[in-house]
């Protein structure tokens, strides 16, 4: 099992990116995948999950409205779309497999102001 992050950087307030996080070993869409995210100086909080049946979605508060969570399951990848990104959403971005708890190495995100 493996998970890959990709599509992070740095962009200005109100600016948009899409992280992916590629699946190998395992077929993503028969597992419930979240995105978790660690702001410098803080704990590791949820962002967001798309479960594997029916692909509903779930999103915190605080990027509800702002954050898609999505699958491409012929290229076993999960998205994370982040439209009008805040400062606040710096962080490390990171994928999840639940079942296992397999975790990606994360990709970095700045939002300057």
């Known amino acids: 099992v493996q998970l890959v992050e990709s599509g992070g950087g740095s962009v200005q307030f109100g600016g948009s990116l899409r992280l992916s996080c590629a699946a190998s070993?395992?077929?993503?869409?028969?597992?419930?995948m979240k995105w978790h995210r660690q702001a410098p100086g803080k704990e590791r909080e949820w962002v967001a999950t798309?479960?594997?049946?029916?692909?509903?979605?779930y999103y915190a508060d605080s990027v509800k409205g702002r954050f898609t969570v999505s699958r491409d399951n012929a290229k076993n990848t999960v998205y994370l779309q982040m439209n009008s990104l805040k400062p606040e959403d710096t962080a490390v971005y990171y994928c999840?497999?639940?079942?296992?708890?397999?975790w990606g190495q994360g990709t970095q995100v700045t939002v300057s102001s």
């Open positions: 999840e497999r639940v079942l296992g708890q397999y």
């Open positions: 070993g395992f077929t993503a869409s028969t597992y419930v």
């Open positions: 798309i479960s594997n049946i029916g692909g509903n979605s």
